[in-house]
């Protein structure tokens, strides 16, 4: 039987910058309070809220997305999942055990693969996973076994006996995975996981991932590449601001933004007639203006754009630029925050 | 508590341990070798020390090395896997409670250091001759005093290393660990410092005090030395303080 995760009115307030864990692109730099600060001199620290009131329930068996883009909370709510984060309040399980306060329980049932790479350089590959086996209190015969099967699943077998240091970033995801899995965790926890891999790797990775799944185990996966929650996730969370601002499956999620396709142009004034013409046009459900810019939700793309060109032209208004994106969950990201997830 | 994990992070650290074990006999021995060799052997066949000195050497020597290896075993991963490789999140997952981690870093710098004090002293004994006239008869309080100065040092090492930033680390050498060298007793006896009144009082604050004085007064008791009851009162209390700050420091480091 698979293990769930459950989190409740989950919030997290900053109030020093993280060390370790959950170092979102939003909190790097000022870390340095060392030994030598002067009392006087330490600003007091803007309080930083980096989730405020996340609810989530992941069912045993599924793979669930967290998709936002960097400083939404991702990593902070793994950050607290995985016993490293201490929630301002709020609850998070893992199974039956709270994260926080049945540490030790919750961790038996986890496995996870951070952001950046954290590989143990003072051991060869293989030691790696075979150390990592033993904290978990696994045999040794069963260690070396497991350790040889994953290393010749994630073709790492060539480079076993080599120290990770010169290692390629690739290779250093690969082997992070692999260890991940050596205890055979009920929970894995994938941190934005395809970062900086190559095409090849990634499917390699995606391919694991899915058959581990299959297996029966959770799999909770933080991402802002709208193809890898797409394509990976029986549900995905779409957080922003510690906040979740839409939950379904990757379909649900599409079929939820007016209708579907996006044309965004660019124009060279924008008149409230044009805007009219635009809405009146069929298939349109929503007409955004900002600017001399316009986003038009509708029922189909390419059909679309000899009318939208012929009503710019009738208000006396050049279009210079248009661009079709089809459903997507880019698309609902940007309908729901008014921006792209790569800003 | 859970034996299994525990021991498995230390057989980890052990094996690391191993595998650079040159390096670190190199990094932490050879100063102090040195300084046997030129204050023990040159100064004193040169006539510009007289031969009394080198058994007055020997046990802070060995303080020396037992204090540098402790606190650096310990501290400078501590300094590299928390903020720049990050490869201590693998052990902080490891289903355990992580203060444990803590205790095993520091077990692990206290055993390094007994044992960098034991190494140390076989070749400075051989650098320094026979006839150092040391003594065996407080064997008992010396292993005391030494596991003392061990967990010193490592509870050192793991509040430094969990409290100061990568880019300070060339300052604490500087401004930590060489006065607290010099200003060790290690090489000269606290007694000696009779003549700078306000000096030896303040060198009374450094713990490196307590560790020279403690190994001399129990191997070499013929030299000027601070009664081992008191030595051993004051470690106690430094060692449950950095123990404490150490951990306090470890968990904030550990958790956000």
Redesign the interface.
């Known amino acids: 039987m698979g293990v769930g995760i459950r989190t409740h009115e989950l919030r997290k307030v ?1 109030t ?1 910058p ?5 170092a979102g692109a939003r909190f790097a730099g000022g ?6 600060k002067k009392k006087k001199d330490a600003k007091p620290n803007p309080n930083i809220v980096a989730l405020d009131g996340v609810s989530l329930e992941v069912a045993p068996g599924e793979i669930f997305g967290l998709l936002g883009p960097n400083g939404a909370g991702k990593s902070t709510t793994v ?1 607290i999942l ?5 929630p301002t309040s709020g609850e998070a399980y893992i199974g039956p055990y709270d994260a926080w306060k049945q ?2 329980d919750a ?2 049932l ?1 496995g ?1 693969v ?1 952001q ?1 790479p ?6 060869t590959a293989r ?2 996973l075979l ?2 086996a ?4 696994i045999s040794g015969a069963e260690r070396h076994e497991r350790a040889n099967r994953l290393l010749d699943q994630f073709q790492l077998t060539p480079r076993a006996d080599d120290m990770t240091r010169g290692f390629s970033g690739g290779m250093m995801q690969r082997l992070s995975v692999a ?1 991940a899995l050596m205890h055979d965790p009920q929970v894995l926890f994938l941190d934005e996981p395809s970062t900086g891999l190559d095409p090849q790797t990634r499917l390699l990775l995606w391919g694991i991932v899915r058959e581990y799944n299959e297996s029966g185990k959770t799999i909770l996966l933080t991402t802002h590449n709208m193809e890898e929650a797409d394509t990976m996730c029986h549900r995905v969370a779409i957080v922003d601001h510690g906040k979740v601002i839409a939950l379904g499956t990757p379909a649900e999620l599409k079929a939820s933004i007016p209708g579907g396709y996006l044309v965004q142009l660019k124009l060279s004034a924008v008149p409230e007639s044009l805007i009219e013409k635009l809405k009146s046009l069929s298939g349109v459900t929503e007409v955004r203006a900002t600017g001399n810019s316009v986003d038009i939700y509708a029922g189909r793309g390419g059909s679309l754009i000899g009318e939208v060109a012929a009503a710019a032209a009738e208000n006396s208004a050049d279009l210079h630029d248009v661009h079709i994106a089809e459903p997507s969950l880019e698309n609902l990201f940007l309908h729901h925050t008014g921006r792209s997830l790569r800003q | 508590m ?1 034996w ?2 525990f021991r ?2 230390f ?2 650290d052990l ?2 341990a191993r ?2 074990l040159l390096t670190t006999i190199l990094q932490t021995m050879l100063q102090p070798l040195l300084f046997v060799f030129v204050f023990g052997q040159v100064m004193t066949r040169s006539g510009m020390m007289p031969t009394s000195y080198r058994g007055m050497l020997l046990p802070g020597i060995m303080a020396i090395a037992m204090t540098m290896t402790g606190m650096m075993g310990v501290a400078m991963p501590l300094l590299a896997e ?1 903020q720049f ?14 203060e444990w981690l803590a205790v095993e870093k520091m077990v692990a710098g206290a055993i390094q250091a007994l044992i960098s004090g034991a190494i140390v002293a076989l070749p400075a004994r051989l650098l320094l001759g026979s006839d150092l006239g040391l003594s065996t008869e407080h064997l008992g309080l010396f292993a005391t005093i030494a596991v003392l100065v061990a967990i010193f040092a490592a509870a050192g090492g793991m509040t430094l290393g969990c ?3 990568q ?2 680390i060339g ?2 050498f500087s401004l930590v660990l060489a006065p607290m060298i010099m200003f060790g007793c290690a090489y000269y006896p606290w007694a000696s410092l009779a003549s700078f009144p306000i000096l030896q009082k303040l060198v009374l604050i450094n713990p490196l005090v307590y560790a020279s004085e403690g190994l001399r007064g129990t191997l070499a008791p013929q030299y000027p030395h601070i009664s081992p009851t008191i030595i051993i009162a004051v470690l106690v209390v430094v060692d449950a303080i950095l123990i404490v700050t150490g951990l306090n420091r470890f968990q ?5």
Request: glycine share 8%; proline share 4%.
């Open positions: 900053f020093t993280p060390p370790l864990a959950a870390g340095g309070g060392g030994l030598f950050g995985t016993t490293r984060v201490r540490q030790v961790k038996r986890i996870v951070q950046r954290n590989l143990d350089f003072s051991l030691e790696i150390f990592h033993a904290y978990y209190g260890r | 859970n299994t994990t498995a992070l057989a980890r094996h690391v595998r650079n928390f490789t990050r490869e201590i999140e693998d052990r902080l997952l490891a289903p355990i409670r992580s409290s100061v930033g880019t300070q300052l604490i904030s480091k550990a958790v956000s």
